[in-house]
Each structure stands twice: as structure tokens, then as C-alpha cells.
């Protein structure tokens, strides 16, 4: 830290994001629930096809042909939809601009690890409400809680999900409150509240092409809301940096939403692959939460949580080890393709032999 830091920075606990090997290539990558399967062939072929010499210009700050595309496979209009560098600079805009002092937040005490930062970071108050003894989230907690709410759904590191009359009774329930559902990991299986922000003008869902859409290194999320919620964002986008787009990530998600089947087709095979990763994993004495996204949260009372995380490194796979002790016996292992996992799940069947 240099002396020049503001105070109110000095204590801030960064977020520490999972490990990105440079030697990738040694590695079977199991630890930051990207998709395992590459973008499709029109991303491709766009990125490859002139779009780059034209880097010299700066892109279109209101991403208008991106939106207009967005808006219509979502069925919102694009006055709905906001895009930014990935949704975690969505969610710090969130922190940002709904929550403060005079408006606590609400989340749940174990979800993605980067709502307490931004919290932390924006200085408001933050009731980090504990999971139910299974892992679930009790939508009960949230009704009328006064609070600006932020849940992903599914959550992470769990993987559980709410039920789209679940979220309905919290948006109804806290009608003065901005209640944000963070679906990074919704093409996986759970139910979209995209349709509930047609109804309830205090709801906005952050999704993101990370995940299903297999473009985590192009940096793109997008919220779909009210649209004066949308102007709010909007508002502070145009306040910070509103070329936070870049033009290739621009042209690829166009091309991208072109070919919305071969994602969906990518989501089917995960979790095909998820399910038999799962039967596999049962029949080694592993507990798993059932979970509707691309990653499931294990444990086996026959090793250590971090053991396991240490050992499956030195064998070259990446998985995802918190060390929250709340958690730290379990481990969250992104599902890769059949052949990834079948050399995740021999490795540990060797390492639990090698354990007995
Ligand atoms: N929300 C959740 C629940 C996540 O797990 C992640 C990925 N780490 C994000 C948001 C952020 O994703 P991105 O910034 O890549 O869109």
C-alpha cells in the first residue's frame, strides 16, 4: 500500500478470484465455471473477418446493435436491457448506485463471494442472511425486508435454486427496494425472472456470456429491468466509462445470440454431464447439493476439503477450494466435458484409495 491511498480504501479485503495458470494447457481447469466448450463457429468467423482493423475507432458506447439483438431473443424492448464489462461490473454499479448508507443490502451469508467486497467497497450495511441447514435459501427471509436484495440464482457456491414464485414474493414484498437476482448460472437449469420484470419495476436480473455463452475472457454481462432502472445504470456508465465495451466482444455477441442453439445444445450437454459426474461422484461416498448450474459443491467425510483441492493440483486439475469454514470441507468442481470429468473423477477415486 502506498501512503497516497485514501483512507477509506486502506481496509478494503479485495476479492480473490479463482487461479488462471499461464501454463493452462497442463491443467484440467475444473475451478472457475467457464464453459468447456469453445465459442461458436459465427463468433469465430466474425472475429477473424476484418472486425479487428477497425480497433483504430472507438466502439458505440450504447452497444445499439448488441441491444437491439439482446432485447428481441428476450422479448423486452431495448429501453429493458443494459450492457457492461462482464456482470461483475454490473453488480458494482448495483452496490454503487442502490445501495448506501440510508439503503442496507441484503444477500445471502454464503453466495458469491464478491457482494461482500462491493458492500465493503461502496460502504453500505450488509445482512448477510444464513442458508437454511440444507443449503437453500428460505425466500421467506427476504419478504418485506426493506432492504436492497440481491440473491443468485442459482446460487453459488451451492448451486440450489428459487422458485420463480419465491422471487415474485420478494420483488412483491419490498416494493420500495431495487431486488437484484444475479443469474450467471441460469442456462443451467433454473427459471429466468426476465419475465417478472415486466411486472415488478423494482426488479432487475444481471445475467452474463461468461458462462452458457462461453465468452468469460471478452468481459460482457447485461441486466434487463424497468427502464429507469436501466437509465440509472445507464447514468453511471456514461459517468465512469462508457466505451466499456470493446468493439470485438461487440461483434462476437452479436454473432453469438446468431447462434443461440449451439449454447443451448452446450447447456444440455453439461448437464447431462453434470448428472452422471454426480451419480459417479455418489458412488465414492461423495455428498453433493443438487444444483442447477455448471458446478456442483461436494464433500466426502473420507478427506479433507483442502486435501483434496491440494492433492487434485499437484496432479494438474483445478478445482475451486473457499476457505470460509463454513465451507471448507467442501469443494465447487465446474463441470468440464465427459472426458474432463472422467479424469477428475479417476484422479479422485486414486486419491481417496491412496486416503484409506
Ligand atoms: N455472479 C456470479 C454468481 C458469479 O459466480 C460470477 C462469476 N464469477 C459473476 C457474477 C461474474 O461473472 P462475469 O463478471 O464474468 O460476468
Partial sequence: MSRFLIDRYQDIEEYTPGEQPQNMDQFIKLN??????PPSPGVLAVLNSGEAAKLRLYCDPDCGVL???????????????????????????????????ETPVAF??????????????????????????????????????????????PNAP????????????????????VVVIDEAYVDFGAESAVPLTKKYDNLLVVQ????????????????????????????????????????????????AIDEDAYYKENGRKIRETREYTV???????????????????????????EKLYTVLKERKILIRHFTDPAIAQYNRVTI????????????VKNILREEE
Fill in 67 to 101: 441491444t437491439k439483438k439482446l432485447a428481441e431473443l428476450y422479448g423486452v424492448k431495448p429501453e429493458n436491457v443494459f450492457f457492461s464489462n462482464g456482470s461483475d461490473d454490473i453488480l458494482n454499479f448495483i452496490f454503487m448506485i442502490f445501495c448506501g448508507e
Fill in 32 to 37: 472457475t465455471n467457464e464453459s468447456p466448450y
Fill in 108 to 153: 445471502p451469508a454464503i453466495s458469491y463471494g464478491f457482494y461482500k467486497v462491493y458492500a465493503q467497497l461502496h460502504r453500505t450495511d450488509a445482512l448477510k442472511i444464513p442458508l437454511k441447514e440444507d443449503f437453500s435459501i428460505d425466500y421467506k427471509d427476504y419478504c418485506g425486508l426493506g432492504r436492497t436484495i440481491i440473491i443468485a440464482n
Fill in 279 to 305: 451419480k459417479k461422484l455418489e458412488e465414492m461416498g461423495f455428498e453433493i447439493i443438487p444444483s442447477k448450474a455448471n458446478f456442483i459443491f461436494i464433500k466426502n467425510d473420507q478427506i479433507d476439503g
Fill in 208 to 255: 452474463t456470456f461468461s458462462k452458457s455463452r462461453s465468452m468469460a475472457g471478452a468481459r460482457l454481462g447485461f441486466a434487463i429491468g424497468h427502464k429507469d432502472l436501466i437509465a440509472d445504470l445507464t447514468k453511471i456508465k456514461y459517468s465512469t466509462n462508457p466505451y466499456n465495451i470493446n468493439r470485438l466482444t461487440q461483434t462476437a455477441a452479436c454473432a
Fill in 158 to 177: 451451492t448451486g440450489q435454486t428459487l422458485g420463480l414464485a419465491e422471487i415474485e414474493e420478494i420483488a412483491r414484498t419490498n416494493p420500495d427496494n
Fill in 336 to 347: 468440464g466435458t465427459p472426458e474432463q470429468m472422467d479424469a477428475f473423477l479417476n484422479e
